[in-house]
């Protein structure tokens, strides 16, 4: 989707909008060319310190044909950003039959997140994917934004 395009979302249709912190379920409850969304569900991530806060000791090191080095250290703020996208996947599943049509709205890391975690059932009701974060917006600005029309 670029600036000039807009989204047609059909009636019932459902918009994700997330990052790895905070996820809206939005639906449609207005025409494709005159959109009224409301929220439906909101997943928010439990606490997720940085990995310096979340880490306890220095990377190991490893001697490996008389070279020391370390190994890298586990990205814990980064797996706890997966694991909510796994739990807002396990989400949608539960939401079933009536999600029919889905748009992704999110950055491109948890867009890609959200894309692999979809069941077969869920990636096919996919009709749109936007690479922006919007979750810091209200449902009227992330209407229009997306949309064009005033919420």
Known sequence: MTGSERLRIPHGGCVVVGDGRKVLVLRNLGHPLAPDLHVEEVFRAPPNPTTR???????????????RSAIAQTDWHDLGEHRFVEAVVSGLERMGTRITALALVAPPRTLADLRQGLPDRLRQAVFAEVDKDLTKHTVPEIQHLLCGMPG
């Open 53 to 67: 806060e979340q880490g306890c000791d220095k990377p190991p090191r490893v001697v490996q044909d008389g070279r």
